[in-house]
């Protein structure tokens, strides 16, 4: 059961940031910023499987996709 609720959090993640990626208002870094966090968001949720991992992986992701996008 907690590897479907797992797959069920990365579809989402996957969602949101394919949404944000097709926004034609966003810069490269605004972009980069919201992939990187949503990347560590699933990225946290698969290794941690709870709600901190979850957050500290988007946190984490966001701040690497901001840097990248300098």
Not at 45 to 51: F, V
């Amino acid at each position: 059961m907690k590897s479907i609720r797992q797959l069920g959090t990365l579809a989402a993640i996957v969602a949101v940031v394919a949404s944000l990626a097709a926004c034609d208002g966003m810069t490269t870094r605004q972009r980069d910023t919201a992939i990187g966090a949503g990347v560590g968001g699933a990225a946290g949720a698969l290794i941690g499987g709870n709600a901190l991992s979850t957050i500290g992986g988007a946190a984490a992701g966001g701040i690497i996709g901001n840097q990248v996008g300098k």
